[in-house]
């Protein structure tokens, strides 16, 4: 009668060991030749200018089936590119960017939500200038695959979120140039 109990005991044990298992997070580091922040802000009510910067750096941390995850994200301030040199090195310039005194700007977020398995939106705080305020990246785009070349999960998305860049005191050209900055965010993690 004792056997049974140990026995049923032990699967028990091997059970929610295997869910625990399945239940921990992954690793991901960010692909540098698909992670970027792209945006686009109004210039003088007569055009969008776009540019990006990249390649972002940064780690994931994701569980898909407990709805959780943690991230964090380095961008490069001086690496950001218009097409236009000279005015990307306008952009980097004290009343802008600042990217002398703040060569980078960070994204840290640890709530997830999730629609099922789908990552919909990242909350967190974004750093710009010195300045922390609170950024929602909403999912455009989810998904996860196997890269046969690597052997590994890959995974990635498009994210989307608007900031004002008054809040992080680049006011150089309000309200001529608008304050409203959309960013889109498009990052490929490979599993460790």
Not at 41 to 63: A, C, N
Not at 78 to 91: E, Q
Not at 127 to 139: C, E
């Amino acid at each position: 009668m004792k056997r049974p109990a140990a026995v049923m005991a032990i699967a028990v044990i091997a059970a929610t060991a295997a869910r625990s298992a399945e239940a921990q997070m992954a690793n991901y580091r960010l692909d540098p030749e698909r992670s970027f922040v792209h945006f686009e802000v109004l210039h003088f009510g007569t055009s969008t200018t776009r540019g990006r910067f990249g390649p972002v750096q940064g780690v994931v941390q994701l569980d898909r089936r407990a709805g959780r995850g943690e991230l964090s994200l380095a961008i490069d301030t001086a690496s950001v590119d218009t097409g236009v040199p000279v005015f990307n090195a306008r952009l980097r310039q004290d009343d802008l960017l600042a990217s002398q005194a703040y060569p980078r700007a960070y994204f840290v977020a640890s709530q997830f939500r999730f629609a099922g398995e789908q990552l919909a939106e990242v909350r967190g705080e974004f750093i710009l200038r010195g300045v922390s305020q609170p950024l929602s990246l909403r999912a455009l785009l989810f998904g996860c695959r196997l890269d046969v070349a690597r052997q590994r999960e890959v995974c990635g998305g498009d994210f989307e979120a608007e900031i004002l860049r008054s809040e992080f005191g680049a006011t150089l050209g309000l309200p001529l140039v608008a304050n409203r900055v959309r960013l889109v965010v498009q990052v490929e993690g490979v599993r460790d």
